[in-house]
């Protein structure tokens, strides 16, 4: 399975981006479904999460801004971003785990202006 991010941007401190990452097949069975992030001169850093049973997981620091949620008739997972803050800019990555083995999108680049 290959995944495919887009949705990515530049954005003013307090606006929205949508991030959408896309699967080369069905996404219904995956187990889990998640959003991470690299900050230059960081580490990656978990976002969020869906899982299958339809509960989802957040960082401390994105809770309440921040929603992930699964299309399966587009085999997609969304990630809406609101009240988007500087410390937001970084490069987000989707991912999931095919057959027992991590599957990593290849990144889209979100920048805040303050």
């Known amino acids: 399975v290959q995944l495919q991010a887009s949705g990515g941007g530049l954005v003013q401190a307090g606006g929205s981006l949508r991030l959408s990452c896309a699967a080369s097949?069905?996404?219904?069975?995956?187990?889990?479904m998640s959003w991470h992030r690299q900050a230059p001169g960081k580490e990656r850093e978990f976002v969020a999460a869906?899982?299958?049973?339809?509960?989802?997981n957040y960082a401390d620091s994105v809770k309440g801004r921040f929603t992930i949620s699964r299309d399966f008739a587009k085999n997609t997972v969304n990630l809406q971003m609101n009240g988007l803050k500087p410390e937001d800019t970084a490069v987000y990555y989707c991912?999931?785990?095919?057959?027992?083995?991590?599957?990593w999108g290849q990144g889209t680049q979100v920048t805040v202006s303050s």
């Open positions: 991912k999931t785990l095919y057959q027992g083995y991590p599957v």
């Open positions: 097949s069905s996404i219904f069975s995956f187990d889990i």
């Open positions: 869906h899982l299958k049973s339809g509960s989802t």
